[in-house]
Structures are given as C-alpha cells and as structure tokens.
C-alpha cells in the first residue's frame, strides 16, 4: 500500500540503502512519489537497487563516517534540494561490553550517532530552502528493553534523545524530526540469525502479539508515513513497529 502519490515532487535521501530496510524504505518513498537518492558506500550495490526499483531513484556513494566525503555528498543533493532524510544506517557490535574497547566504541557511536547528527546539520538548510522538512532516524527497541548489547543499546537510546531535541529546535521552522524504532525485522542481515533453529521464531511466537518478526516493508510504511504530509503536527516522537514486543508479557 502506498499513501497515494502524497511524496510526489519531494526529495529525499536514505542512507544505508542498498539492501535491507533502508532498500525497503527507498522502495517505499519512491512508490509513494519521491525522487530517492539511495546512499551508501558500495556504488555497484547502489546501482543494483536502483535498477530494481520503480520510480525515480538514484545511487550516491558515500561513507558517512567520512565527512570529506560526506560534505561531497551533500554538495551533489544541494542542486536539487532535499526534503527528506532518513537516517538508516546503523552498526552493531555484539559481543559483551568487557569485550568492546573504547575505540570500538567510538567507532560504534560515529555511525550510529554523530553520522545522524552530521547529516541533519547538513540536510536542514536545504530543508529550509525547500520549505518542507522530515528527518526520521531509525533507532531499535534495544533504547527501550535494555537486554544487554551495550554499545548498540546506548548508540540507539542516544539517537532517540537526539530526535527529541532536534524537533524541539526545529519545529519552530516547521521541520519535523521523528523515530521508528524496529523490533525484529527479517532482512539479509538477520535471515541467517532468525532461521538457524526454531529458538528465535519460538521466542518471537511468545514474546510479541503478533507472534512474528516483522518484513521490511512492514518498517517502510510508517517512515513514509512520518515523511509525508499526514504527519505533519507529529514531531519528536519515537514510533515503536515491534509487532506488540515491548507491550506483550
């Protein structure tokens, strides 16, 4: 399902795109209208998504860890605008906390958390440009559970405290700045994981209302949601998708 057509003329960039759930939501935000710049660091895998999506949407190859290559980036967007922004990409490091040193999660953060913040920086006043703004940043329900997973759990928790602050900074400008928060989503990444004996599905088949783990394209819609028009008295929220996991005991 799509929202009719409603992102049509905006532009929007999504990073972490070429696969998984930032490929998903891409696909999504292209379906409902909008011209998608889909980021990443492999231009090949890029191109492959591109090619396989309905819609206007192009490859822009870039780290976003690396600012050179990230003010490159933005120097591209900045002639044609940009509306949209969703901040995606995440990393994840599972061993224990004892086993993570400092540099590691430093690293961690850089991705998770000051990448998201660098690139609202550079996205907003383009968004002021453009007179319409949505950032929508994709954190987990680890910020909400807390199951271990330390690093990741923090990195994400900070996020959320970052889309708070930055709605409450920005919506005097009309800019909104939002959060979903995925439970268990299967993509490439987790497939191996979630299908490796019945423990995760006999876990999730107990644990969530729903009984199941969640498709991309389940995550998708309410970003695109969050990015349309219809969301526009919403900011600074975080919208749990987790199919009833944090509510279901």
């Known amino acids: 399902m799509t929202t009719g057509g409603k992102l049509e003329g905006r532009r929007a960039l999504v990073t972490g795109a070429a696969r998984g759930l930032g490929l998903a939501i891409a696909s999504r935000l292209a379906a409902d209208g909008a011209s998608v710049w889909l980021g990443g660091r492999d231009l090949a895998a890029l191109e492959k998504a591109c090619a396989g999506l309905e819609g206007d949407a192009r490859p822009l190859a870039f780290d976003v860890t690396d600012e050179a290559a990230t003010a490159a980036a933005f120097e591209r967007l900045a002639e044609d605008g940009l509306d949209i922004l969703v901040n995606n990409v995440g990393e994840r490091d599972r061993r224990s906390f004892e086993n993570i040193e400092r540099g590691d999660m430093?690293?961690?953060?850089?991705?998770?958390?000051?990448?998201?913040?660098?690139?609202?920086?550079?996205?907003?006043?383009?968004?002021?440009?453009?007179?319409?703004?949505?950032?929508?940043?994709?954190?987990?329900?680890?910020?909400h559970i807390a199951r271990g997973d330390a690093s990741y759990t923090a990195s994400k928790a900070a996020l959320d405290g970052l889309t708070r602050a930055l709605a409450a900074e920005l919506g005097p400008e009309g800019i909104t700045v939002n959060a979903v928060a995925p439970g268990f989503v299967l993509t490439e990444r987790n497939e191996e994981w979630f299908t490796d004996g019945p423990e995760i599905a006999d876990h999730l088949a107990r644990r969530t209302s729903l009984g199941r783990w969640a498709t991309p394209e389940e995550i998708a819609g309410p970003v695109a949601f969050l990015a349309s028009p219809e969301a526009s008295y919403i900011t600074g929220h975080t919208l749990i998708v987790d199919g009833g996991y944090v509510t279901h005991f």
Do not use: C, K, Q
């Open 106 to 143: 430093a690293r961690l953060m850089d991705s998770n958390l000051v990448a998201p913040f660098d690139l609202a920086r550079r996205a907003v006043p383009l968004m002021r440009a453009s007179g319409y703004g949505r950032i929508v940043n994709i954190t987990s329900i680890a910020s």
